[in-house]
Protein backbone atom coordinates (compact mmCIF):
# COMPACT_ATOMS: atom_id res chain seq x y z
CA UNK A 1 0.00 0.00 0.00
CA UNK A 2 1.55 3.50 -1.10
CA UNK A 3 2.08 5.82 1.60
CA UNK A 4 0.89 9.03 1.39
CA UNK A 5 2.80 12.13 1.51
CA UNK A 6 1.39 15.49 2.64
CA UNK A 7 -0.58 17.70 4.88
CA UNK A 8 -4.18 16.02 6.38
CA UNK A 9 -5.94 19.27 5.41
CA UNK A 10 -8.13 20.11 3.18
CA UNK A 11 -6.57 22.50 0.52
CA UNK A 12 -9.64 24.93 1.34
CA UNK A 13 -7.99 25.43 5.42
CA UNK A 14 -4.44 26.35 4.22
CA UNK A 15 -3.66 29.49 5.65
CA UNK A 16 -3.53 32.18 2.53
CA UNK A 17 -1.85 35.59 2.50
CA UNK A 18 -3.84 38.15 0.56
CA UNK A 19 -1.07 40.38 -1.24
CA UNK A 20 -4.27 42.95 -2.47
CA UNK A 21 -4.82 44.61 0.79
CA UNK A 22 -0.79 44.81 1.54
CA UNK A 23 -0.53 46.93 -1.79
CA UNK A 24 -3.39 48.81 -0.68
CA UNK A 25 -1.68 49.43 2.39
CA UNK A 26 1.95 50.64 0.60
CA UNK A 27 0.52 52.79 -1.67
CA UNK A 28 -1.59 54.52 0.82
CA UNK A 29 1.72 54.83 3.18
CA UNK A 30 3.85 55.87 0.45
CA UNK A 31 1.31 58.88 -0.66
CA UNK A 32 0.65 60.06 3.10
CA UNK A 33 4.49 60.35 3.00
CA UNK A 34 4.53 62.20 -0.43
CA UNK A 35 2.34 64.70 1.08
CA UNK A 36 4.14 64.97 4.34
CA UNK A 37 7.44 65.54 2.72
CA UNK A 38 5.76 68.54 0.33
CA UNK A 39 4.07 70.10 3.26
CA UNK A 40 7.62 70.68 4.97
CA UNK A 41 9.54 72.39 2.44
CA UNK A 42 6.74 75.27 3.11
CA UNK A 43 7.02 75.33 6.68
CA UNK A 44 10.53 76.64 6.00
CA UNK A 45 9.70 79.94 5.03
CA UNK A 46 7.59 83.20 6.27
CA UNK A 47 4.91 84.27 4.57
CA UNK A 48 5.20 87.13 2.50
CA UNK A 49 2.91 88.60 -0.09
CA UNK A 50 5.30 88.23 -3.09
CA UNK A 51 5.44 90.25 -6.04
CA UNK A 52 3.87 88.59 -9.42
CA UNK A 53 5.87 88.11 -12.55
CA UNK A 54 4.58 87.24 -16.05
CA UNK A 55 7.38 84.64 -16.80
CA UNK A 56 7.21 83.40 -13.35
CA UNK A 57 7.14 78.97 -12.89
CA UNK A 58 6.25 77.27 -10.15
CA UNK A 59 9.36 74.80 -8.63
CA UNK A 60 9.48 73.08 -6.20
CA UNK A 61 13.38 72.19 -4.87
CA UNK A 62 13.62 70.95 -1.52
CA UNK A 63 17.80 71.42 -1.27
CA UNK A 64 16.75 75.25 -1.47
CA UNK A 65 17.91 77.67 1.53
CA UNK A 66 15.38 80.09 1.99
CA UNK A 67 16.36 83.52 3.29
CA UNK A 68 12.75 86.09 3.28
CA UNK A 69 12.56 89.50 3.57
CA UNK A 70 9.01 91.29 4.94
CA UNK A 71 7.52 94.60 4.19
CA UNK A 72 9.07 96.15 7.59
CA UNK A 73 12.36 94.47 6.66
CA UNK A 74 13.46 91.95 8.86
CA UNK A 75 15.88 89.10 7.06
CA UNK A 76 14.46 85.23 8.26
CA UNK A 77 16.77 82.72 7.60
CA UNK A 78 13.97 79.52 7.12
CA UNK A 79 11.90 81.35 9.80
CA UNK A 80 14.50 82.35 11.97
CA UNK A 81 15.07 86.08 12.14
CA UNK A 82 18.36 87.23 12.07
CA UNK A 83 20.45 90.28 11.15
CA UNK A 84 22.10 90.87 7.99
CA UNK A 85 26.16 90.18 9.55
CA UNK A 86 25.22 86.97 11.09
CA UNK A 87 23.14 85.54 8.17
CA UNK A 88 26.44 86.06 6.35
CA UNK A 89 28.57 84.54 8.48
CA UNK A 90 25.64 81.75 8.75
CA UNK A 91 25.80 81.24 4.73
CA UNK A 92 29.44 81.11 4.94
CA UNK A 93 29.78 78.45 7.32
CA UNK A 94 26.84 76.43 5.51
CA UNK A 95 29.14 77.36 1.84
CA UNK A 96 32.26 76.04 3.53
CA UNK A 97 30.48 73.07 3.54
CA UNK A 98 28.63 72.17 0.94
CA UNK A 99 30.26 75.17 -2.09
CA UNK A 100 26.66 73.89 -4.28
CA UNK A 101 24.69 75.58 -2.14
CA UNK A 102 21.52 76.94 -3.49
CA UNK A 103 19.80 80.77 -2.01
CA UNK A 104 16.28 81.49 -2.89
CA UNK A 105 15.51 84.86 -1.52
CA UNK A 106 11.99 85.61 -1.23
CA UNK A 107 10.80 89.03 -0.18
CA UNK A 108 7.49 90.41 0.19
CA UNK A 109 5.95 92.97 -2.26
CA UNK A 110 6.20 96.01 -0.20
CA UNK A 111 9.77 95.39 0.93
CA UNK A 112 12.15 98.22 0.50
CA UNK A 113 14.96 97.51 -2.15
CA UNK A 114 17.37 98.74 0.45
CA UNK A 115 16.50 95.33 2.86
CA UNK A 116 16.32 93.22 -0.29
CA UNK A 117 20.01 93.86 -1.73
CA UNK A 118 21.24 93.73 2.29
CA UNK A 119 20.10 89.81 2.23
CA UNK A 120 21.65 89.93 -1.14
CA UNK A 121 24.90 91.40 -0.17
CA UNK A 122 24.91 88.79 2.88
CA UNK A 123 24.89 85.99 0.66
CA UNK A 124 27.19 87.39 -1.89
CA UNK A 125 29.99 87.79 0.54
CA UNK A 126 29.40 84.44 1.96
CA UNK A 127 30.43 83.48 -1.44
CA UNK A 128 27.47 81.43 -3.08
CA UNK A 129 26.81 82.24 -7.00
CA UNK A 130 23.43 80.07 -7.19
CA UNK A 131 21.00 82.88 -5.76
CA UNK A 132 17.07 83.20 -7.15
CA UNK A 133 14.50 85.70 -6.01
CA UNK A 134 11.18 84.17 -5.58
CA UNK A 135 7.97 85.47 -7.47
CA UNK A 136 4.92 84.29 -7.67
CA UNK A 137 3.65 83.53 -10.93
CA UNK A 138 0.17 85.36 -12.42
CA UNK A 139 -3.25 84.38 -11.33
Not at 45 to 62: G, H
Not at 74 to 88: H, R, S, V
Request: proline share 6%.
Amino acid sequence: MPVKLGSKLSSENEAKIEVIPLIDIMFFLLASFMLVSLSMVNLKRVQVNLPTSTTATTELKTDLISVSVDKAGIIYLEKTPIGPDELARTLQARFKTDPKIRLIISGDMDARHRDMSRALDAARSAGIQNIAFEVAPPK
